[in-house]
């Protein structure tokens, strides 16, 4: 027995220990996958930055993107690097062919703008200006008169000092050449398209996603986790949006990672929930909340001062009365013509009189100087008073029966409800009361404006709190 219960807590153990696994592998393969999405949505624009300090990875992933050297920013850079070759070798005539060459490539530049498409329209303009500053520097010639095509025409020229074309060539080397080497094209496939392979990239993970689905499909069924099987991807509907190959949906994705992660949560034997990144995101959540519930109490407190202020709860005092005095008058009147019927209520109100009764005779003077003896005396008061009480009860009840009756006690109780209300509005009690409120409230705000989230005195956190299975 003992061998059998060991052999079933080593597969219970062993089970566990696999789904919490699994889970874990799932929430790291989601990261890496949201973390490759995100890298590919931002490639584009980081291009450039990628180009310069980590030109490896461009070489990798630009045939992804379908990327390649724009054929007119490359073309202009071999110019360049063909015309300083031709001036360390002194190749006059072939340095006068380079620079027709380049003015002409330069002016096409000007009127086509090779860097649209790239989205890298300023950096054309960069060129530009650029060679207008080294022209300020040089100092004599009219940069102001000077269009984009004349500027361009005039810094590829041996005019008007052929011994400026040198620090020309090697500023554009420095400054202007950066600009159009992180230049490119994107190919168009069959369908007019731009050229995009990251689904190859994602597709493992969908696959992976996929079969992770339908096995937890199969496994609710087993279990009979659902009333009916198609409960299941009807409540994990974000599931099946986030594993189709379309790139608008790929943002379903998070989805799934919060349900796993949701899971490790929940689970007794899982740090995730209780570690350094979520008690973060719980610390910054509840500073958020705090603050705004802090404002928007403040923001309460200080209408209601105002409103007390104004005298606007005396209104609504008037309003509510009024509306209701009535009702209120009529239901007490019944109330008392039930008590006055009810035995058991006058039953306890005869059980009071006997005994105040016996005091009576007690204290009175006049009760005790009657030449009655004591043992005739008390059962005469006792006689009298409820025979007088039961009178005066039958009496009440009868007046309050009648229609007559009821609107007698309705009345007064109207007239007392006026005269609490006219006090509650009017009297020294409502400037008491409205004192009181005012300066409750004000401690209230003081209370509330407390950031008790940067108090100091709050107990030091730990990195785990739960203790995994052994």
Known sequence: MLKRFRARWQKFRSQLTWRLAWDLFMVYLALLNLGLILFDLTYLWLRPQYFRHLPALTRLYDPVKGIEPHPVTEAYLDLTRRLGEELETGQLLAVEGTLAELRQLSMSMVADNPFERSGQERSLIRMLVGMREKFEQEGDVPVSELSAEEGVSLYWSLEPDPGRLGPRLEYFNQALAPLLEVNYQ????????????????????????????????????RRSTYSRWFFFPILNWYDILGILPVKQLRFFRLFRLVSVYLRLSRSEHSIVGDDFISRTIKYFANIITEEISDMVALRILNET????????????????????????????????????????????????????????VESATALRMMPVPDIVLRPLVNVVGQAVFSAFADTLEATLSSAEGQEAVRTMIGEAVDGLVLEMTEGELEELVREISIEVIGHMKETVAVRKWALPDRPPRTLLTRDLVD
């Open 305 to 360: 001062q105002e409103e007390l202020r104004e005298g606007t709860h005396k209104r609504i005092i008037r309003t509510v009365a009024e509306a209701h005095r009535d009702a209120l008058a009529a239901q007490l009147a019944i109330q008392i013509r039930d008590l006055l019927a009810n035995e058991q209520v006058r039953q306890q109100a005869r059980e009071f009189l006997d005994a105040n009764l016996e005091q009576a």
């Open 186 to 221: 994107r190919i168009y496939d069959l369908g007019g398209e731009l050229t995009d392979h990251f689904w190859r990239l994602d597709l493992p993970f969908l696959l992976i996603f996929a079969a992770e689905f339908f096995i937890r499909w199969y496994l609710a069924l």
